[in-house]
C-alpha cells in the first residue's frame, strides 16, 4: 500500500463517518464492508432489499456486530418521507405525483442520496452497475454548492513514489473555457485538501502557441480565467503533458512556465482526452486510479467504475469519509 493510501485511510478511521452503498446485489460491495469494518474505516451502511442482503451477509459471514447497518427499500415509513421531499424538491423541474416520486424513490442510487439528504449517512459510494449511478439523484438531490455551476470529477492516481491528479475524467463531456476554469479551480482545492500544494497544467496538444486551433484557445482563455477566480494558484497552459511534467522538456519549451516541469495536477480539454488518458495510465503505467471523487456538490457522492475492485471500493470510502467531515 502506498504512502498515500495509508495516510488517507488512517484519517479515515479517526472519523468514524456512515457511509452508505447502493450495489446490494453485488459480491465486491461485501467484500469491501468486510475490511471497511476490520479497519474500522467506517460505518457501512447497505441500502436494498433485506433478504437480499441478510443472504449475501451470511455468505461472506459478516455480521451486524460488525458496525454494519442495513436499510430496507421496502421500509414504508422512509418511503413516504423521502418521496413527499422528493417531489417538492423537484416542483419546479417536474411534475411528480406522489405515486410516480415513490416508483423513483425505491430506486437504490435514489434512497441512498436521500438518505444522504437527510443526514442519516454522511456520504454515498455506489455505481458498480448502471442501474446505481449515483450521478443523476445527487445532481437533482444534493446538488452543487453555491457559486459552483457544474459538478466535476477527478481521479487520484496514485504511484508507490509519487500521486498526481486528472480531472475531468468522468463527468463533463465537452466543457467550455468557464467551465473548464471551474474545473481547474474545484481540483485546485481538492488536491490541497489532501496536503498537497497543487500545481495546475491546463493540458492541450499546443504549448505557448506551438499549434493554432480554436480548441487551443479554450484552454488558453481557461487558463487566463482561472488565475482571475484563484491569483495564487501555480497555473499553466495551454500546455503539453511533457513540457507540465518533465524538466528537460520543460527547459526546451517554456523555462518561464511556473510549473518547471513538476505539475501534479492535470486538467483534461475534454471528457475524451481525461477519460482515455487516465484509464491508459492505470492499465500501462500501473498507477492506482482512485475515484472519480465527485467536487462542487454540498454533501459527498461519489461514483465508482463497473470494473472496479473491491480494493477500489475500499479506498474511495477513505475518500468519501474524509470528504463528509470536511463538509462539516
Known amino acids: 500500500?502506498?504512502?498515500?493510501?495509508?495516510?488517507?485511510?488512517?484519517?479515515?478511521?479517526?472519523?468514524?463517518?456512515?457511509?452508505?452503498?447502493?450495489?446490494?446485489?453485488?459480491?465486491?460491495?461485501?467484500?469491501?464492508?468486510?475490511?471497511?469494518?476490520?479497519?474500522?474505516?467506517?460505518?457501512?451502511?447497505?441500502?436494498?432489499?433485506?433478504?437480499?442482503?441478510?443472504?449475501?451477509?451470511?455468505?461472506f459471514n459478516i455480521k451486524k456486530s460488525m458496525g454494519i447497518e442495513v436499510c430496507d427499500l421496502k421500509d414504508d415509513e422512509l418511503l413516504e418521507k423521502f418521496s413527499e421531499q422528493y417531489m417538492k424538491l423537484r416542483k419546479n423541474k417536474e411534475k411528480l405525483s406522489l405515486k410516480e416520486a415513490r416508483t423513483i424513490i425505491k430506486k437504490p442510487n435514489y434512497f441512498a442520496v436521500m438518505l444522504l439528504y437527510n443526514k442519516f449517512v454522511d456520504?454515498?459510494?455506489?455505481?458498480?452497475?448502471?442501474?446505481?449511478?449515483?450521478?443523476?439523484?445527487?445532481?437533482?438531490?444534493?446538488?452543487?454548492?453555491?457559486?459552483?455551476?457544474?459538478?466535476?470529477?477527478?481521479?487520484?492516481?496514485?504511484f508507490p513514489d509519487k500521486t498526481l491528479f486528472f480531472a475531468d475524467c468522468a463527468v463533463n463531456i465537452l466543457p467550455d473555457k468557464n467551465e473548464l476554469a471551474e474545473i481547474a479551480v474545484l481540483t485546485s482545492e481538492t488536491v490541497k485538501s489532501f496536503g498537497f500544494k497543487p500545481r495546475v497544467a491546463m493540458l492541450s496538444f499546443s504549448t505557448r502557441g506551438s499549434a493554432k486551433h480554436e480548441l487551443v484557445d479554450k484552454v488558453r482563455e481557461a487558463t487566463r480565467i482561472a488565475k482571475r477566480k484563484k491569483p495564487e494558484l501555480i497555473i499553466d497552459g495551454e500546455i503539453q503533458f511533457d513540457a507540465a511534467f518533465v524538466p528537460k522538456v520543460f527547459k526546451k519549451k517554456c523555462p518561464d512556465s511556473p510549473l518547471k516541469g513538476k505539475a501534479n495536477t492535470f486538467i483534461f480539454p475534454d471528457l475524451n482526452a481525461g477519460n482515455i488518458s487516465y484509464k491508459l495510465v492505470e492499465r500501462?503505467?500501473?498507477?492506482?486510479?482512485?475515484?472519480?471523487?465527485?467536487?462542487?456538490?454540498?454533501?459527498?457522492?461519489?461514483?465508482?467504475?463497473?470494473?472496479?475492485?473491491?480494493?477500489?471500493?475500499?479506498?474511495?470510502?477513505a475518500i468519501t469519509s474524509i470528504q463528509s467531515r470536511m463538509k462539516k
Open 123 to 158: 456520504g454515498v459510494v455506489s455505481g458498480l452497475s448502471s442501474e446505481t449511478k449515483p450521478f443523476l439523484p445527487a445532481f437533482k438531490i444534493i446538488k452543487t454548492k453555491k457559486n459552483v455551476k457544474r459538478v466535476s470529477s477527478v481521479f487520484i492516481m496514485d
Open 284 to 317: 500501462l503505467a500501473g498507477a492506482k486510479a482512485i475515484g472519480p471523487i465527485l467536487q462542487g456538490l454540498n454533501l459527498p457522492v461519489n461514483d465508482v467504475s463497473r470494473g472496479a475492485s473491491y480494493k477500489d471500493l475500499v479506498h474511495l470510502t
Open 1 to 59: 500500500m502506498s504512502q498515500f493510501l495509508e495516510k488517507i485511510i488512517k484519517k479515515a478511521s479517526k472519523r468514524k463517518s456512515r457511509i452508505c452503498f447502493a450495489d446490494y446485489n453485488d459480491e465486491r460491495v461485501y467484500r469491501a464492508i468486510k475490511e471497511i469494518a476490520k479497519l474500522k474505516l467506517a460505518k457501512p451502511v447497505i441500502v436494498g432489499e433485506k433478504r437480499v442482503i441478510e443472504k449475501n451477509m451470511s455468505r
